[in-house]
């Protein structure tokens, strides 16, 4: 009895051992993970240099997720954001995931249009995933001299446009496949990104995730809940973005959640 009592106390003090080293392991995975995507210093930096106004929310549905997002100076009136999310969660679609961002941040240019960025972005990956797997990515360059956005997707939830002229929000339109799952065209869309103005970004979670009735809130609530709520700023965007999932969403998270405003400031330099 004795001896069977001091082989399980050294089974669970292997087991907690284990469990230890998986823990750390992670928290090292999310570390790494987080790291790659825009740290305070940048965003204030970023803020600075093309007046800007930026919020963001990261919610990953386990220890590690399958959304990026990034902000990259490119020129001195050119930025670059984007967002990817890779289908499935956990560690397979992090570690797909961290390996995006990073051929994203190693490959960004300002002489391709979008459209073509993630066309040779498609090829790539179709060489190297899993087969079922995908990923969906918004991407985009901000031109400050001329106040134009310019952008392509490839299969994310339509990015919105809060804009100061008529103080309302509208879907940008976008078309093509996720990336990953065939040889594609992307088309480069341009849309007017004035003084004031928000890009608002964000993952399905936001209205992909069924409420207690069993009903997904669709992109008509969604913007019709933006024009009704205080959204004059970044922060405050953000807040009726968290607000709205909240509201129809009461259960434990079932998907990664990611959003980023990225308002233009009023008050702009002259050029």
């Not at 399958?66 to 560690?91: K, N, R, T, V, Y």
């Not at 003084?195 to 992109?219: F, K, V």
Request: charged share 10%; with cysteine.
């Amino acid at each position: 009895m004795l001896k069977s009592l001091l082989t399980l106390h050294q089974q669970c003090k292997q087991l907690q051992q284990d469990k230890n080293h998986i823990d750390a392991e992670l928290a090292t995975a999310r570390a790494l993970q987080q790291s790659s995507m825009p740290q305070a210093a940048d965003i204030i930096r970023l803020e600075q240099q093309y007046h800007l106004t930026i919020a963001s929310h990261y919610q990953p549905v386990s220890a590690l997720g399958g959304d990026s997002f990034g902000i990259e100076a490119l020129q001195p009136h050119l930025l670059a954001f984007w967002m990817a999310d890779f289908s499935g969660h956990g560690i397979a679609a992090a570690m797909q995931n961290y390996y995006l961002q990073s051929m994203i941040k190693s490959s960004l240019t300002p002489t391709l249009e979008p459209g073509d960025y993630l066309g040779l972005l498609n090829d790539k990956i179709c060489q190297w995933i899993t087969l079922g797997q995908s990923a969906t990515l918004f991407y985009a360059l901000l031109n400050t001299h001329t106040s134009q956005l310019r952008y392509a997707s490839a299969g994310f939830p339509h990015p919105i446009l809060w804009q100061t002229a008529t103080h309302s929000a509208t879907f940008l339109q976008g078309v093509g496949l996720p990336l990953g799952m065939q040889p594609q065209h992307y088309p480069t869309l341009i849309a007017d990104y004035a003084a004031g103005d928000m890009l608002i970004l964000y993952s399905d979670a936001l209205i992909e995730t069924a409420g207690q009735n069993g009903h997904y809130a669709d992109e008509k609530t969604l913007i019709h809940w933006l024009n009704s709520a205080p959204t004059a700023t970044a922060s405050l965007a953000l807040d009726a973005l968290l607000s709205y999932f909240a509201l129809h969403n009461s259960s434990p998270l079932k998907d990664d959640l990611t959003l980023l405003v990225c308002q233009r400031n009023k008050t702009q330099p002259d050029l």
